[in-house]
């Protein structure tokens, strides 16, 4: 029996043989990914399992604790063997295995990997302070910072304001303006912001553009990491909560388009699939997005 668990900032699922459950414990500002582990696990049924999968947000492009994540995942279930990977490279092989391209994932954050005659690289996935543009949580908080300001007579967004009404209560109803709550506000403000510009919401629509040029960067710069020839045309896959909603696809498609020469694919499945197929593409690992650990 094998585990694969796959932590985002605005939730967590896990699989346990071929049963996939949803979780309510995300990684948050609040808790280490190892803290963040520790409740997961607490939510598995104890059992022996041999080998752990885990696609993880919060590495920041870089593995550095698999020792101590392998010996907790020893700790509560006997693993012999322990594969710890930033979930950009899960859900790029996810998506599409071993082919030359860039897939993007957007979650409450942004992460790009792009992938090229076995060389990776890597992009975002900074955290809300220093990066994330264009994903969930910036596309919430832009919308929010207007909404709020407009009634503060610091903004004109009255579009806003009317779209967001429900989440401005809950707004009114933090006790912490900055907290763990505050973001998952945002966050969850992601799916009204991106409904509003489907339905012709100007200042929406106006968001998620910007967010879909922040996006087209983002892809543009990885890709680089990986080949600096115009003749290479990459396969660019573009993952995610936020990507259900068409408007906001077709606007970053629209902006990776013009400033690079590619063809778009959708994902062939996500990080549940993508983490052990990781893992059996590169038995090695893949330095520093993914190592293993071993008993």
């Not at 022996?48 to 885990?54: A, F, N, Q, R």
């Not at 010996?71 to 082919?99: P, S, T």
């Not at 707004?171 to 969850?188: D, M, P, Q, R, W």
């Not at 629209?254 to 590619?262: F, M």
């Amino acid at each position: 029996m094998n585990l694969v668990v796959d932590l985002g900032q605005s939730g967590a699922r896990i699989k346990v043989g071929e049963q996939i459950t949803s979780l309510n414990i995300a990684k948050t500002s609040a808790l280490t990914v190892f803290e963040t582990l520790e409740l997961i696990f607490k939510e598995v049924p104890n059992q022996d399992i041999e080998t752990v999968y885990l696609s993880l947000t919060g590495l920041y492009g870089a593995v550095t604790q698999e020792k101590a994540i392998g010996e907790l995942c020893a700790k509560f279930f006997n693993a012999k063997h322990v594969a710890v990977m930033d979930d950009g490279i899960a859900a790029f092989v996810g998506a599409l295995g071993n082919q030359n391209g860039v897939v993007l994932t957007l979650g409450g954050g942004v992460v790009a990997i792009s992938a090229n005659a076995g060389k990776f690289g890597h992009a975002d996935g900074k955290g809300a302070i220093f990066g994330d543009l264009g994903g969930g949580f910036w596309v919430g908080q832009t919308a929010m910072r207007r909404a709020i300001a407009t009634l503060d007579g610091r903004d004109d967004a009255a579009d806003l304001v009317e779209l967001l009404r429900s989440e401005l209560n809950e707004y009114e109803k933090l006790e912490s303006k900055n907290g763990v709550e505050a973001v998952t506000l945002c966050i969850n403000a992601t799916k009204t912001v991106t409904a509003g510009a489907e339905a012709g919401a100007v200042t929406a629509i106006e968001i998620l553009r910007t967010g879909a040029d922040y996006l087209a960067k983002t892809v543009h710069g990885v890709w680089r990491k990986v080949s600096n020839s115009d003749s290479e045309v990459p396969t660019i896959c573009i993952m995610g909560g936020p990507t259900r909603n068409q408007t906001y696809v077709d606007l970053i498609k629209s902006s990776i388009s013009s400033q690079l020469k590619c063809t778009f694919a959708d994902a062939k499945s996500d990080h549940l699939i993508g983490a052990p197929l990781t893992a059996e593409l590169y038995p090695a690992g893949v330095d520093p997005l993914f190592k293993w650990w071993h008993a």
